[in-house]
């Protein structure tokens, strides 16, 4: 257990707390394995590659990445008044969500579950 004041142990968090732009999209409705797909294509690009990456990228997920990029860079400049010209993707990745049950009737009466998945998905910038 941490020792102090409960206020010491907040301003202790805090101050090892994330202050890179980041943008976070829960609950999108492709699964983790599909976003990959289209988050490894952009890791470690900058900005302007990665939005013509993602204007171009066939995949569904390409399209809700591309929100949540330009999400990330509205965040860098308005809340950490950076320059959109110098940011790069640092840290992108797609957690695993909840999963929808549903039910398919198939032959003899038997029933077949779909899995619809969902996922978490988090784009984190920093400055060159």
């Given at each position: 257990?941490?020792?102090?004041?409960r206020s010491?142990?907040?301003?202790?968090?805090n101050?090892?707390?994330?202050?890179?732009?980041?943008?976070?999209?829960?609950?999108?409705?492709?699964?983790?394995?599909k976003?990959c797909?289209?988050?490894?294509?952009?890791?470690?690009k900058d900005?302007?590659?990665?939005?013509?990456?993602?204007?171009?990228?066939?995949r569904?997920?390409?399209?809700?990445?591309?929100?949540?990029?330009k999400s990330?860079v509205?965040?860098?400049?308005?809340n950490?008044?950076?320059?959109?010209?110098n940011?790069?993707?640092?840290?992108?990745?797609?957690?695993?969500?909840p999963?929808?049950?549903?039910?398919?009737?198939?032959a003899?009466?038997?029933?077949?579950?779909?899995?619809?998945?969902?996922?978490?998905?988090?784009?984190v910038?920093?400055?060159?």
């Amino acid at each position: 257990m941490a020792k102090g004041h409960r206020s010491q142990i907040k301003r202790e968090r805090n101050a090892q707390k994330d202050t890179r732009p980041s943008a976070k999209l829960s609950y999108a409705r492709v699964s983790v394995q599909k976003a990959c797909f289209v988050l490894d294509a952009i890791r470690g690009k900058d900005v302007q590659t990665a939005l013509a990456i993602l204007a171009y990228n066939p995949r569904y997920a390409s399209s809700l990445i591309e929100k949540l990029l330009k999400s990330a860079v509205a965040n860098a400049e308005n809340n950490n008044g950076l320059d959109a010209q110098n940011l790069y993707i640092a840290e992108c990745y797609a957690n695993k969500g909840p999963t929808m049950k549903r039910i398919r009737p198939r032959a003899q009466g038997r029933a077949y579950r779909i899995e619809k998945r969902m996922s978490h998905i988090t784009i984190v910038l920093d400055e060159r």
